[in-house]
């Protein structure tokens, strides 16, 4: 394991980000820490099952990744069926959760942690399944009632006469109006400087396109990023991406740099590796206690 004089060596490299005042968001009380937990996307896309979901959970909490922080499972992308319902609600698939949606949000509850789940603000979502566009209230209170404490909610298939702040904006209301605290994450990529209205609408705003387990990439999404600290603060976080540690296509050093970076920009924690087949070394960046804390800091001052 890193000894606290290698992540000192790690964050000094980075030390031209300094710390700026937090603006203080989205009052619905949740993510006043940035948000930290585990989403399916990076290393599965849209191969999801029942099976892999409530492994991860428990893999979460037996390998003490929740008791360092880790506390959302988050399904994204290709969790349903491609069309919805006679009810007009979204239906999952039932050959990948064939115990039902609702036994996955029960069993991820049952393990302490908290369920997330995903849609899109267009008609469809990235993989061509139904989106929310048009149905927010009805989506809303389907997550609602499936005990959601989590949406990603993404960007794909919208048109551009449809102006993205409305599209988040009405989701974000259909989610108050079900009574139910669900921290909201707005996957719009950095679209509509989102950075500049992100704070009145959601907990957290992507501020760059989708990442991958490149070095180019993550100084990519860091270019996208570094500058906007002035926008976000408890509540409300500015999003470069989940997390590549663990996947293949890093060394460990840009492992490291890469974790202590979105530290320092308090950028939401999300792993994105498979669990089950994590490296030492990735579960020691991912746990290291001193980085985390940084993240997790109870005042919110971010890195510039």
């Known amino acids: 394991m890193p000894s606290p004089s290698e992540w000192r060596s790690t964050l000094a490299f980075i030390a031209v980000l300094c710390w700026a005042q937090p603006l203080h968001g989205l009052n619905n009380g949740l993510s006043i820490k940035p948000h930290m937990g585990y989403n399916t996307w990076n290393c599965f ?5 029942e099976d892999i979901i409530k492994s991860t959970a428990d893999i979460m909490v037996d390998s003490s990744l929740k008791k360092a922080g880790y506390e959302y499972l988050v399904i994204d992308d290709g969790w349903s069926e491609l069309n919805r319902g006679n009810d007009g609600k979204i239906v999952a698939d039932p050959t990948k959760f064939p115990s039902g949606i609702k036994h996955v949000s029960d069993y991820i509850h049952s393990k302490g942690l908290k369920y997330g789940m995903y849609s899109d603000a267009g008609p469809k979502t990235c993989l061509g399944l139904p989106g929310s566009r048009g149905n927010e209230e009805l989506d809303a209170q389907y997550f609602a009632d499936l005990g959601v404490d989590f949406l990603k ?9 449809d102006w993205i702040v409305d599209r988040y904006v009405a989701m974000r209301d259909a989610l108050n109006d079900t009574g139910r605290p669900i921290l909201y994450s707005m996957c719009n990529w950095g679209v509509g400087d989102s950075w500049l209205w992100g704070p009145k609408v959601a907990n957290s705003w992507r501020t760059t396109g989708d990442i991958a387990a490149s070095w180019d990439s993550l100084l990519r999404c860091l270019d996208n990023t570094v500058g906007l600290s002035e926008f976000a603060g408890p509540g409300a976080w500015n999003d470069p991406d ?4 663990g996947n293949p296509g890093l060394t460990v050093n840009e492992q490291r740099a890469h974790f202590a970076l979105w530290a320092l920009l308090k950028s939401p924690l999300f792993i994105g590796a ?3 087949t994590l490296s030492r070394e990735a579960k020691e960046i991912l746990t ?4 985390i ?5 109870p005042l919110g001052w971010l890195g510039t």
Do not use: K
């Open 274 to 276: 498979d669990l089950r």
């Open 288 to 291: 290291a206690p001193e980085v």
């Open 242 to 245: 989940m997390l590549e540690v």
């Open 293 to 297: 804390a940084v993240n997790q800091d």
């Open 153 to 161: 909610y993404d960007n794909c298939a919208a048109g551009p006469e």
């Open 45 to 49: 896309y849209g191969s999801i099952s």
